[in-house]
């Protein structure tokens, strides 16, 4: 009796799931395998030649004859972790100002999500507008200030456009940091503090030794988070740069775009994601060892 | 005793006024800093073209001030049209992720199962692989089902951008707020399953409800790449496409360029300031999750 009941239970459940099921199925699983085979064709231009199996070709080219492809894993790299750091540490600093008590700080923490929920395809925009070489804030700003001769061409400049995309990209996760960093302090319990202050010690002793380790877990988490997201994310280069000047600027997700989109080359930039999607496997497995270790 | 604590007020009162208008003016800093690009956004738009090439400055003076670009990009039609696709793709999926999510995440919550367990693992799975390597067969299977440049492609690839979060985040509100002797009374009463889903469950649950409505919303409106790729057509071009294609012609409009901008953000503005505490709320259970 008791089982047939939990058979009759359990199929509502089942059905409840199955729109979600369906949709995973058709649109991630299936793609997601789906890709993985690609990456071991020759698969090209769309319905027009016969598709060949290459067994491991395409993943020998990306490590010998392809010159581009160890750049652009390097600065995918660099990208994601100087801007996730560069976002956590400015991130830290703006939380522990807007945990301070004080009047508005609920319109403020409100004004800093800003930019996280803005779409990038604005962002990228505006921020043209702010480093145009003619009209915009940022040079004429450095310039009366006699900081430069010229103004700068951010994101034409060889020297220049790789700082500035990182920056970018930090400015974009920064608000994510400072949230979850501020619910994090506002978790510390008030009373450490006060018998730490009771205690003598100065303000960088009690930041050292009870704010920074009782945040220490959700600083690892989110700096994982955003560097797999920054690893990841197509639309920041995409649209601030295209992954120029030249080539300067590619990233996986871009290069991997242009493989696939614009030199048909489908086969081989599925081989590409296949690499990144080890890459973040790895690091989503690290994630969780070590936040188990805590 | 009394007295020297008399003596010593004032100038600690001092003090801390000096340091909370220091600490007030440090903060008002830092927010424009981050937010300068949207506020030279905002600041733009007011502005003519004539004056945004004529002279550099942030905000425009009262002779500069005008709300031209603005009623210039509303009486574009491509721009109308931008909002409305725009508009259409983020509603459906909102409404699409709502009602898949709430099931699946109801589900999840309140059976118990292998199919369950493998599910759940699956959500948290498949979130950490790259969106990429999805893109390519995604594009082949638009193509042979004739989906190429229709909404209903986007609609889907937004829907399952989504799906895995929002199914995260309904479950962990049906697990901590909805209280299960109120659904047991609804069952003794004939309610059924779904009926108890439907009547107690859902209701109880709307603070989560609004928060994966938003998130999807907001994730589909602000989503670039998909439209990008499957909406090649320009009467089926979203806000975000509208909006970048400013700067690929000689000649950029800047004044227009921020109004649009401008006007694309009003749903993000509009969240912030009606629905922080949701918006919050998808961020800080995203982190815990995710």
Same mark, same amino acid.
């Given at each position: 009796?008791?089982?047939?009941?939990?058979?009759?239970?359990?199929?509502?459940?089942?059905? %409840?799931?199955?729109?979600?099921?369906?949709?995973?199925?058709?649109?991630?699983?299936?793609?997601?395998?789906?890709?993985?085979?690609?990456? +071991?064709?020759?698969?090209?231009?769309?319905?027009?030649?016969?598709?060949?199996?290459?067994?491991?070709?395409?993943?020998?080219?990306?490590?010998?004859?392809?010159?581009?492809?160890?750049?652009?894993?390097? +600065?995918?790299?660099?990208?994601?972790?100087?801007?996730?750091?560069?976002?956590?540490?400015?991130?830290?600093?703006?939380?522990?100002?807007?945990? %301070?008590?004080?009047?508005?700080?609920?319109?403020?923490?409100?004004?800093?999500?800003?930019?996280?929920?803005?779409? $990038?395809? @604005?962002?990228?925009?505006?921020?043209?507008?702010?480093?145009?070489?003619?009209?915009?804030?940022?040079?004429?700003?450095? $310039?009366?200030?006699?900081?430069?001769?010229?103004?700068?061409?951010?994101?034409?400049?060889?020297?220049?456009?790789?700082?500035?995309?990182?920056?970018?990209?930090?400015?974009?996760?920064?608000?994510?940091?400072?949230?979850?960093?501020?619910?994090?302090?506002?978790? @510390?319990?008030?009373?450490?503090?006060?018998?730490?202050?009771?205690?003598?010690?100065?303000?960088?002793?009690?930041?050292?030794?009870?704010?920074?380790?009782?945040?220490?877990? @959700?600083?690892?988490?989110?700096?994982?988070?955003? +560097?797999?997201?920054?690893?990841?994310?197509?639309?920041?280069?995409?649209?601030?740069?295209?992954?120029?000047?030249?080539?300067?600027?590619?990233?996986?997700?871009?290069?991997?775009?242009?493989?696939?989109?614009?030199?048909?080359?489908?086969?081989?930039?599925?081989?590409?994601?296949?690499?990144?999607?080890?890459?973040?496997?790895?690091?989503?497995?690290?994630?969780?060892?070590?936040?188990?270790?805590? | 005793?009394?007295?020297?604590?008399?003596?010593?007020?004032?100038?600690?009162?001092?003090?801390?006024?000096?340091?909370?208008?220091?600490?007030?003016?440090?903060?008002?800093?830092?927010?424009?800093?981050?937010?300068?690009?949207?506020?030279?956004?905002?600041?733009?738009?007011?502005?003519?073209?004539?004056?945004?090439?004529?002279?550099?400055?942030? &905000?425009?003076?009262?002779?500069?001030?005008?709300?031209?670009?603005?009623?210039?990009?509303?009486?574009?039609?491509?721009?109308?049209?931008?909002?409305?696709?725009?508009?259409?793709?983020?509603?459906?999926?909102?409404?699409?992720?709502?009602?898949?999510?709430?099931?699946?995440?109801?589900?999840?919550?309140?059976?118990?199962?292998?199919? &369950?367990?493998?599910?759940?693992?699956?959500?948290?799975?498949?979130?950490?692989?790259?969106?990429?390597?999805?893109?390519?067969?995604?594009?082949?299977?638009?193509?042979?089902?004739?989906?190429?440049?229709?909404?209903?492609?986007?609609?889907?690839?937004?829907?399952?951008?989504?799906?895995? &979060?929002?199914?995260?985040?309904?479950?962990?509100?049906?697990?901590?707020?909805?209280?299960?002797?109120?659904?047991?009374?609804?069952?003794?009463?004939?309610?059924?399953?779904?009926?108890?889903?439907?009547?107690?469950?859902?209701?109880?649950?709307?603070?989560?409800?609004?928060?994966?409505?938003?998130?999807?919303?907001?994730?589909?409106?602000?989503?670039?790449?998909?439209?990008?790729?499957?909406?090649?057509?320009?009467?089926?071009?979203?806000?975000?496409?509208?909006?970048?294609?400013?700067?690929?012609?000689?000649?950029?409009?800047?004044?227009?360029?921020?109004?649009?901008?401008?006007?694309?953000?009003?749903?993000?503005?509009?969240?912030?300031? &009606?629905?922080?505490?949701?918006?919050?709320?998808?961020?800080?259970?995203?982190?815990?999750?995710?």
């Amino acid at each position: 009796m008791r089982q047939k009941r939990h058979l009759k239970s359990n199929r509502m459940g089942y059905i %409840m799931l199955i729109p979600a099921g369906l949709m995973i199925a058709l649109l991630i699983l299936y793609p997601l395998i789906a890709g993985i085979c690609y990456s +071991f064709t020759d698969y090209s231009v769309l319905g027009k030649k016969k598709v060949n199996f290459v067994g491991l070709k395409n993943y020998i080219e990306m490590f010998t004859t392809d010159t581009d492809y160890l750049s652009v894993l390097g +600065f995918t790299f660099v990208l994601a972790l100087v801007s996730t750091m560069l976002a956590y540490v400015v991130g830290l600093m703006i939380a522990l100002l807007l945990n %301070m008590r004080m009047k508005g700080r609920g319109l403020f923490r409100s004004l800093v999500l800003l930019p996280w929920i803005i779409s $990038m395809a @604005v962002a990228a925009q505006n921020w043209k507008w702010l480093l145009n070489d003619r009209y915009g804030i940022i040079n004429h700003i450095l $310039m009366s200030l006699h900081l430069i001769e010229q103004p700068l061409i951010f994101l034409g400049d060889l020297d220049l456009v790789r700082p500035t995309v990182i920056v970018i990209s930090a400015w974009k996760s920064l608000p994510f940091m400072i949230i979850i960093i501020l619910a994090a302090l506002q978790g @510390v319990p008030q009373d450490q503090y006060e018998s730490a202050a009771m205690d003598g010690a100065n303000k960088w002793q009690i930041f050292r030794y009870i704010t920074l380790p009782s945040i220490k877990g @959700v600083s690892f988490m989110c700096i994982m988070l955003m +560097f797999i997201w920054s690893f990841n994310s197509y639309e920041g280069i995409a649209l601030l740069t295209g992954g120029g000047p030249g080539k300067f600027t590619n990233t996986l997700a871009v290069y991997t775009y242009k493989m696939a989109f614009h030199s048909n080359r489908l086969g081989y930039a599925s081989a590409i994601s296949v690499v990144v999607m080890i890459i973040l496997v790895a690091f989503a497995l690290l994630r969780q060892r070590l936040s188990r270790e805590d | 005793m009394y007295y020297a604590k008399h003596v010593k007020w004032p100038p600690f009162r001092a003090r801390k006024a000096a340091s909370m208008t220091l600490m007030y003016i440090l903060t008002i800093v830092v927010v424009f800093a981050v937010d300068l690009p949207i506020i030279s956004m905002i600041a733009t738009a007011f502005k003519s073209e004539e004056s945004i090439t004529s002279s550099v400055s942030l &905000f425009p003076t009262a002779s500069e001030f005008t709300f031209e670009n603005f009623l210039t990009v509303l009486s574009e039609p491509e721009f109308r049209t931008a909002m409305w696709n725009s508009a259409v793709i983020a509603i459906c999926t909102a409404a699409a992720t709502v009602v898949i999510a709430s099931m699946a995440g109801y589900a999840l919550s309140r059976f118990r199962g292998n199919v &369950f367990v493998i599910f759940g693992a699956l959500l948290i799975i498949t979130q950490a692989f790259p969106s990429m390597l999805r893109l390519i067969p995604m594009f082949r299977m638009y193509v042979d089902a004739g989906l190429m440049n229709t909404r209903l492609a986007v609609v889907l690839c937004h829907i399952a951008q989504s799906l895995a &979060f929002c199914i995260m985040m309904i479950h962990g509100f049906y697990d901590a707020s909805v209280p299960k002797d109120m659904e047991e009374a609804a069952m003794v009463d004939g309610c059924g399953q779904f009926g108890t889903y439907l009547r107690i469950a859902l209701p109880v649950s709307m603070p989560g409800i609004t928060t994966i409505a938003i998130y999807s919303f907001l994730d589909s409106w602000n989503e670039y790449m998909y439209a990008n790729l499957f909406l090649r057509d320009d009467a089926l071009q979203t806000l975000t496409l509208y909006v970048s294609s400013f700067t690929g012609k000689s000649g950029v409009e800047w004044g227009m360029l921020s109004a649009s901008s401008t006007l694309a953000s009003l749903p993000a503005m509009a969240f912030l300031l &009606f629905a922080q505490k949701y918006l919050i709320q998808g961020m800080t259970d995203g982190a815990v999750k995710g």
